[in-house]
């Protein structure tokens, strides 16, 4: 999912998959970088060492292609951990329950 800039001022956890801000969008890579530097956790999941991935609390440097196991690793331990926020869930995704149970 992608945020808007004015949503970084409301998280304390960055999390950038497989992008790269600062060449595709600089003015978000920069406020991105900003926050890292105030003391905002960033974490990186990418093969590549980009210059986020430098001043990442975290870079996990995935072999090239195994993003979405990542991603599929996460979904299963927030929905066996019922972390997810169910109504926001409900309001925005139909089949939510059909794809839980699933």
Same mark, same amino acid.
């Given at each position: 999912?992608?945020? =808007?800039?004015?949503?970084?001022?409301?998280?304390?956890?960055?999390?950038?998959? #497989?992008?790269?801000?600062?060449?595709?969008?600089?003015?978000?890579?920069?406020?991105?970088?900003?926050?890292?530097?105030? #003391?905002?956790?960033?974490?990186?999941?990418?093969?590549?060492?980009?210059? *986020?991935?430098?001043?990442?609390? %975290?870079?996990?440097?995935?072999?090239? #292609?195994?993003?979405?196991?990542?991603?599929?690793?996460?979904? %299963?331990?927030? *929905?066996?951990?019922?972390?997810?926020?169910?109504?926001?869930?409900? =309001?925005?995704?139909? #089949? %939510?329950?059909?794809?839980?149970?699933?």
């Amino acid at each position: 999912a992608t945020n =808007s800039i004015e949503d970084l001022k409301y998280t304390d956890c960055m999390l950038v998959i #497989g992008a790269n801000p600062n060449a595709a969008h600089p003015v978000t890579g920069a406020k991105l970088k900003q926050k890292a530097m105030k #003391g905002t956790t960033l974490i990186v999941i990418d093969p590549r060492v980009t210059e *986020l991935a430098r001043i990442a609390n %975290y870079h996990l440097q995935l072999r090239p #292609g195994t993003n979405v196991a990542v991603l599929n690793m996460m979904l %299963y331990y927030i *929905l066996k951990e019922g972390l997810e926020d169910k109504k926001f869930i409900e =309001s925005r995704l139909d #089949g %939510y329950e059909e794809f839980r149970q699933g």
